[in-house]
C-alpha cells in the first residue's frame, strides 16, 4: 500500500528539481501524476514513470494554458485529489532598488499569479468532491528578509497568505491547504548560489548543509497524504533550522 494510492496528482515544474523529485516519489507511493511543465521534457519523463501518467506542457502564468491543463487531468482521471504548486522563479537576490519592473512582473507572474491560477481552476473540482489537498512551495523568504531579493520575497509572502486563505475558508468543504518553507535547496534554479563559497558558508554555519530536493519531497509526501489529515493552513521551515535562529 502506497501513501498517495490511486489518487491524482498535478506537480506544477514536475521537469526538474523539487517537482522531478515530487513526481517519481508519488508515483512510487501509488499516485496517478499529471505532470506541468513548460519544458516539453515531460512527455518522455511521462513514459518513463510506471505507473499512469499524464504531461501537459503547461505555463502557469497562462491562465489558458492552466484551464487547459486542468480539462486534461479531468478527462484523463476524472478528479484532482492533490496538487502541489512547485513552479517558481529567483531574483538573484536583487533589492528594491535593483529590481526592474520587467523583473518584478515576470517573477509575481509566475510565483504568485500562476499559483493563484492553479488554485482557481482546480478548486472547484476537489470542492464537487468534497476532499482535496493542496501543497504550496513558498520559501524561508516568506518570513525573513534575506533569503531572496524583493520580487522572491513579496511573492513568497503572498503563497503563505493565499495557503491560509484557501485552508480557513474551505476546510469545511473537505479542502487542506499547507505551505512547505524550504531552506537554501540545491535545484537547477540555485545552481550558482550553491556554488558560491560566502553563500554554502553562510547557510551550513545555520542549517549545517546544503537543502536537497529529496528533503521537500518527503515533507510534500507527508502533507499530501492522510497521514497529515490534522494538518492544515501551516507553513513548514523545511532549512534545516535555520529560522529557528
Known sequence: MGL??????????????????QRYLFAKE??????ADVNEEI????????????????DISNRDDVKKLVQETINHFGTIDVVSNT????????????????QFDKVIAINETGTFNVMKETLPIMLEHKKGVYVNIASVA???????????????????GMTRS???NY?????????????????????DLCATQSVVENVTNKSGRIGTVEDIANTALFLASDKS???NGASLAVDGGMLAE
Request: aromatic share 8%; proline share 2%; glycine share 10%.
Open 43 to 58: 512527455y518522455h519523463i511521462a513514459e518513463e514513470i510506471e505507473s499512469d501518467a499524464l504531461a501537459v506542457k503547461t
Open 171 to 191: 476546510k469545511a468543504q473537505g479542502i487542506r491547504a499547507n505551505a512547505i518553507c524550504p531552506g537554501l535547496v540545491e535545484t537547477p534554479m540555485t545552481k
Open 4 to 21: 498517495l494510492d490511486d489518487k491524482v496528482v498535478i506537480i506544477t515544474d514536475a521537469a526538474s528539481g523539487m517537482g522531478k523529485a
Open 87 to 102: 513552479a517558481g522563479i529567483f531574483d538573484d537576490y536583487h533589492a528594491l532598488m535593483e529590481t526592474s519592473y520587467e
Open 229 to 231: 489529515d490534522y494538518i
Open 30 to 35: 501509488g499516485a496517478k501524476v499529471v505532470l
Open 166 to 168: 484557501v485552508a480557513t
Open 142 to 160: 516568506s518570513f525573513n528578509g534575506t533569503g531572496g531579493g524583493f520580487a522572491y520575497t513579496a511573492s513568497k509572502s503572498a503563497i503563505i
